[in-house]
């Protein structure tokens, strides 16, 4: 066997080990994360292709035949979910003195769509990574219309989104992804099955190569007020662990459990870094501080919930 293919293959089945690393890489060389932000734009369309290349179609087509379901699961991660935690995190701040705007910025990240990664993670975590798929897309084409009116209302944010530019740059990642997919299912045929460990080791690549610019400056943002960020990490998994619970704790007496758990997965990761586009420059600075915060448990959450769904699903 090809060196190389070998190593993407044990890669792949370490995704939850090797994950973390990248953080570590990422902060360790700055000047690496630094040169490395220009890479983040081509990097999600590798992220997607794969996990599209990978995907299992008979269980999509599945899906979308019944598209209702998903659509539905969508609609409560962008608008029920912050409803519910919105006077959570305002009450939490208020009797626990917490940073107003660690409280604002965790009902903005309640707002956001999910993030691109979540159907490969979700794959690593035998988690449905379709329904995973699909909850991305669709939560990333409807957020133009639900976090603006959301955002002003509970935040008194007023975002000036618009909704054609945010649906064209998503369409622009998922055309490119989903030609780049149909290119690499064409080559491999029918051994697509058969290297599906491999294109897994690559995504664990992407991920980890992913990481590292999102890691820019956080260095210096330590050193600058170091409880601060470390009280904003633990505020960024405490509102991913929130968000899971909400969805799955919700949706579990109706759905399938691997269903269900996917939905509570997807709902706690967030496409956070959308929020760098669209706020305004007025907006508290600890807003910012909480994107680059957030990125911890985005990459930790995976490794700390795979006992757990291992004793709830089955192999």
């Known amino acids: 066997m090809n060196p190389v293919v070998h190593v993407l293959r044990r890669m792949g ?15 360790a060389f700055q000047n690496v994360a630094s040169a490395t932000r220009v890479l983040l734009w081509p990097l999600a369309v590798l992220l997607l292709m794969l996990a599209l290349a990978r995907m299992d179609w008979i269980r999509v087509r599945a899906l979308l035949r019944r598209p209702g379901p998903a659509v539905l699961l969508a609609l409560a991660n962008l608008i029920v979910v912050p409803l519910v935690v919105w006077p959570i995190w305002q009450g939490l701040s208020q009797g626990l003195d917490l940073w107003p705007g660690l409280a604002a910025a965790l009902c903005l990240s309640a707002m956001a769509p999910g993030i691109i990664s979540a159907a490969t993670t979700a794959a690593f975590l035998r988690l449905d990574s379709s329904l995973a798929l699909l909850l991305t897309l669709f939560t990333n084409f409807l957020v133009p219309f639900t976090l603006p009116p959301l955002a002003l209302w509970l935040l008194d944010l007023d975002l000036h989104i618009s909704a054609v530019d945010l649906s064209l740059r998503l369409v622009l990642i998922v055309v490119v ?7 690499i299912r064409r080559w491999l045929g029918t051994r697509i099955m058969e290297e599906a460990s491999t ?37 960024a998994f405490a509102g991913m662990i929130l968000c899971n619970l909400v969805v799955a704790a919700g949706t579990l007496p109706f759905l399938d459990r691997r269903v269900a758990l996917t939905a509570g997965y997807c709902s706690g990761g967030r496409h956070n870094a959308l929020l760098m586009a669209v706020l305004p420059a007025s907006v508290d600075a600890d807003i910012f501080l909480f994107i680059a915060a ?13 006992p757990v769904y291992r004793r709830l699903l089955p192999p």
Do not use: E
């Not at 089945?13 to 990422?26: C, K």
């Not at 992804?177 to 290119?183: D, E, N, R």
């Not at 992407?206 to 007020?225: E, H, K």
């Open 13 to 27: 089945g370490r995704a939850t080990t090797l994950l973390p690393l990248s953080l570590a890489i990422g902060l």
């Open 177 to 183: 992804a989903s030609a780049g997919a149909f290119a």
């Open 199 to 235: 294109l897994d080791g690559l995504s664990v690549v992407v991920l980890m190569v992913f990481a590292i610019p999102l890691m820019d400056g956080v260095v210096a943002q330590a050193a600058a007020q170091p409880l601060k960020l470390a009280g904003f990490v633990v505020g």
């Open 294 to 306: 957030v990125q911890f448990p985005i990459y930790l959450i995976p490794t700390l919930l795979q």
